[in-house]
């Protein structure tokens, strides 16, 4: 069996000071468990059933870049990656540089962005559902 850690919340005991400090002490304790896979979620607000859009949220392919330099061994990635967030171009470019900076440890899966809120926030288009 593989064991993944899902990082979904930005407030360590410390405020936000302590932040670089304990991701690179969960990278570290990730590499000595063996945990095969660290993700986050590719939201640029924090959902609101964890608080809600006034909550730290950090940029997820920049943390995972961060990350890797703490980690050696697992796979990296965004548990889905909002299609409408980045052009693809710019996405492909962003994950192929993780792939190589990270040693081949990057993961791509693709989603809806559905959190249109976000969308507003940012002034991203937010194409119709349908």
Request: hydrophobic share 45%; glycine share 14%.
């Amino acid at each position: 069996m593989k064991v993944g850690v899902h990082v979904v919340t930005f407030e360590p005991p410390g405020g936000p000071t302590a932040l670089g400090p304990v991701l690179v002490a969960l990278g570290r304790a990730a590499d000595d468990a063996g945990v095969a896979n660290l993700s986050l979620m590719d939201h640029h607000l924090q959902l609101d059933m964890l608080g809600g859009a006034d909550r730290p949220m950090l940029e997820g392919y920049t943390t995972l870049g961060f990350l890797a330099a703490a980690n050696a061994t697992a796979e990296l990635q965004l548990l889905c990656t909002g299609v409408t967030y980045r052009h693809p171009g710019l996405l492909t470019k962003i994950v192929s540089t993780l792939d190589v900076l990270s040693g081949g440890r990057a993961v791509l899966g693709l989603g809806a962005a559905w959190y249109e809120r976000e969308h507003r926030a940012l002034g991203v288009p937010f194409p119709p559902l349908a």
